[in-house]
């Protein structure tokens, strides 16, 4: 890379990205249909995931499906392990500001791109990229991920036809760790052992159990939990006091939604959801299920606020409920790690649910249990040409 004022050019190679060798098998290929992601880098990881699924036009087999994921996988980790608070303080959402980059990276590799083309790509997806955290609670949030994804699809097909861009896209004066992070610390060294370790599998990965923001999800287990002991009295609360870390505080909020978006991110629907109703699957979120008398009368005594001694460490959202009835009497249940997350894995079974849960939306109950099959035994099939029929039946 070209030497820029910022950073040294040897830190960060991108022709690197692409010689990594196989890691080790890990389970979590098989939970691709589940949409994987490594450790906290839960968001980035969506783009790489919606664009590795344009495999038809590439004829790639199983095996570059999963050697491409995991080059956008690495990518995102050493990412956002460079700079940890890009997120949490910087204000963007990582799925369209790291999720362009390792999604570029991941279709470089799908595309076989020749390595002098790499930082080209990654510099194209480093000016596409984007993607604020205000948009929280809009249809405009899951937008960034499409975009991520149309970002490193683009950014692969014109670095492959001679589009140029900077050498030192990622460390140069102007470049990404400075224009993005602005002031917050910035350290390269996650790259030092790119392609000798591999994050997927030293820090693990995380699912989203429930379709809606992850940082609520500690917070709904907490509700959960408190249902089995005040199900039957929820008529005698006086308030549920939820509280959530500094970071999360920003991203969910005590505001009743006015839309199917908004409720994904408002801790007064979600909380009175799951004590009326158990836990929020997709019907929750619609916008009949927002007319619930029920869910509503209860989100009216939640309140929220900031607690500083909850962990606001990088990919950490733990949360405490607090159940005040009536007479008095309290219940409060803490949760520091959700469902889905490293210290909680989700079983095959949860993931297999809520795969369906997802397939059952736009195909049948057969054909969805005849694609999970397929992806569940991805790394062994020798093609994916039987998977295309199986989508265009559902």
Request: glycine share 8%.
């Amino acid at each position: 890379m070209a030497t820029d004022e910022a950073y040294p050019a040897t830190s960060v190679r991108p022709s690197t990205f692409f010689s990594v060798p196989a890691p080790p098998p890990v389970h979590m290929f098989a939970t691709i249909p589940g949409v994987p992601l490594a450790a906290s880098l839960t968001t980035p990881l969506h783009a790489v995931t919606f664009c590795v699924v344009d495999l038809e036009t590439t004829g790639a087999s199983p095996a570059d499906c999963v050697a491409a994921f995991i080059v956008g996988a690495e990518v995102a980790a050493r990412l956002l392990r460079a700079s940890p608070r890009l997120s949490n303080d910087g204000g963007w959402h990582s799925t369209g500001t790291v999720g362009s980059v390792a999604a570029a990276a991941a279709c470089a590799k799908l595309m076989k791109l020749p390595a002098d083309k790499i930082p080209d790509v990654l510099g194209i997806s480093l000016s596409l990229a984007s993607g604020v955290a205000v948009n929280y609670g809009t249809m405009t949030k899951p937008l960034h991920s499409g975009n991520a994804a149309r970002n490193g699809v683009l950014a692969a097909q014109l670095g492959g036809h001679g589009f140029t861009a900077h050498a030192a896209a990622f460390e140069g004066g102007a470049g990404f760790f400075n224009t993005f992070t602005r002031g917050l610390s910035v350290s390269l060294d996650p790259f030092k052992d790119l392609g000798s370790r591999y994050d997927l599998v030293a820090l693990g990965y995380s699912l989203k159990a429930y379709p809606c923001g992850g940082r609520g999800h500690t917070a709904i287990e907490a509700a959960l939990a408190l249902r089995e002991q005040v199900g039957a009295r929820l008529d005698d609360v006086a308030n549920i006091h939820c509280l959530v870390s500094k970071s999360s505080a920003q991203r969910i909020n005590t505001l009743w939604p006015d839309s199917v978006e908004a409720a994904k991110f408002s801790a007064s629907y979600v909380v009175a959801y799951a004590l009326v109703h158990g836990a929020p699957r997709i019907p929750a979120f619609t916008e009949q299920a927002l007319k619930d008398e029920r869910v509503r009368s209860l989100g009216r005594l939640i309140t929220a606020a900031a607690d500083p001694d909850l962990s606001d460490a990088f990919g950490e959202s733990p949360a405490k409920v607090r159940i005040t009835l009536k007479g008095g009497q309290t219940f409060e249940q803490r949760r520091d790690y959700a469902t889905g997350s490293q210290k909680v894995p989700m079983t095959p079974a949860q993931i297999e649910a809520k795969f369906t849960d997802c397939a059952a939306q736009i195909m049948s109950a057969e054909a969805g249990r005849k694609v999970y099959a397929f992806l569940d035994t991805l790394p062994a099939q020798p093609s994916l040409n039987p998977l295309w029929p199986l989508l265009r039946k559902g």
